[in-house]
């Protein structure tokens, strides 16, 4: 299965304790929406982040982006408040799933077989 995925480029976070703000880490330099290493991280789509949203919001638009073409990031970089907004790079992602030969099962790999086939 081949899946379309849009992504704004490399880049990680983490969390600055003495802003109590997430920044942007590891940044790659020629990334969709202009985030620069050391931005903090506001906002995705008028969503505050938030430590208790994070990683939901993290996933939904920058790991596993398969709905959203373009995105809108609010940042603060030097103590400026300012919007990012572009089209993300579009990538596709290949998943193989398959059930492999065995050499010599043991009988609790047999039967967890023979129900993966049955459903």
Not at 58 to 74: D, G, I, P, R
Not at 79 to 108: D, V
Request: no cysteine; proline share 4%.
């Amino acid at each position: 299965m081949i899946t379309v995925l849009y992504f704004a480029g490399h880049m990680g976070l983490k969390y600055d304790e003495l802003n109590k703000l997430f920044v942007f880490t590891d940044v790659e330099a020629n990334n969709a929406l202009g985030i620069k290493e050391g931005d903090f991280f506001l906002a995705v789509e008028k969503t505050p982040v938030t430590q208790d949203n994070l990683d939901e919001l993290w996933e939904k638009y920058f790991q596993h982006n398969s709905t959203y073409t373009s995105l809108t990031v609010k940042i603060k970089r030097n103590g400026e408040e300012r919007e990012l907004t572009g089209p993300l790079f579009k990538g596709y992602l290949e998943a193989k799933n398959y059930i492999g030969p065995f050499q010599n099962p043991s009988p609790q790999q047999t039967a967890a077989l023979s129900k993966l086939i049955k459903d």
